[in-house]
């Protein structure tokens, strides 16, 4: 039986995120090996994995969330979207860009598209689905991923963490709430 591990994903605090798009740069330079200049000195396409969405003056930062029942896999009619160690992968070779993914994803956090150099126009454009992987890249096997739109926000509203932690924080401060509303009303 394979082993269980729990998802993990990028959480975005709202109220901590300026907007700057440190984190994008440094997600789109971090797949491509080169930076922001070299790409544009070479006309070489950066994709990043991370959109900063304005909604109402708040800034929300949106990526993969690493469903525990992925919707994207299930649409891809190649298999070529996977679950593996808690993260929902793509085999790009495996890739027709059909775009039933983006389809089915409900946080729209994937993209079809070509990453790279241009090609000249031909009978396919070469595109393929591109989400966030963890940065999966960055990391060795068994450790905690690198994610470098963590380390790139400049304010820390960008940290990687666990859903089990996530729950028992958020179990633990209602909780409090509660405790505090019940204390109230007994005085």
């Known amino acids: ?3 269980y591990h729990d998802n993990s994903i990028i959480y975005g605090d709202q109220k901590k995120c300026i907007g700057c798009k440190q984190c994008e ?3 789109a330079e971090s797949h491509s090996g080169c930076n922001l200049i070299e790409a544009q000195m070479n006309g070489y396409k950066l994709v990043s994995r991370i ?3 304005q909604i109402d003056g708040i800034n929300v930062p949106m990526q993969c969330r690493q469903c525990e029942d992925a919707p994207c896999a299930y649409a891809c009619p190649t298999g070529a979207i996977y679950q593996d160690s808690g993260i929902v992968k793509i085999n ?3 890739c027709i860009g059909c775009k039933a993914c983006v389809i089915a994803c409900p946080f729209g956090a994937i993209e079809v598209c ?3 150099f241009a090609v000249e126009p031909g009978r396919t454009n070469l595109g393929i689905a591109k989400k966030c992987n963890l940065c999966e890249h960055r990391s060795t096997a068994g450790s905690k991923p690198l994610c470098s739109c963590v380390n790139a926000c400049p304010t820390g509203a960008l940290k990687l963490i666990k859903l089990s932690e996530y729950r028992k924080m958020m179990m633990r401060s209602r909780a409090r709430e509660m405790a505090h509303i019940h204390s109230n009303n007994q005085g």
């Open 51 to 53: 959109h900063i969405i």
């Open 92 to 94: 790009e070779k495996q």
């Open 114 to 116: 070509r990453e790279g």
């Open 25 to 27: 740069i440094s997600c």
């Open 1 to 3: 039986m394979p082993e």
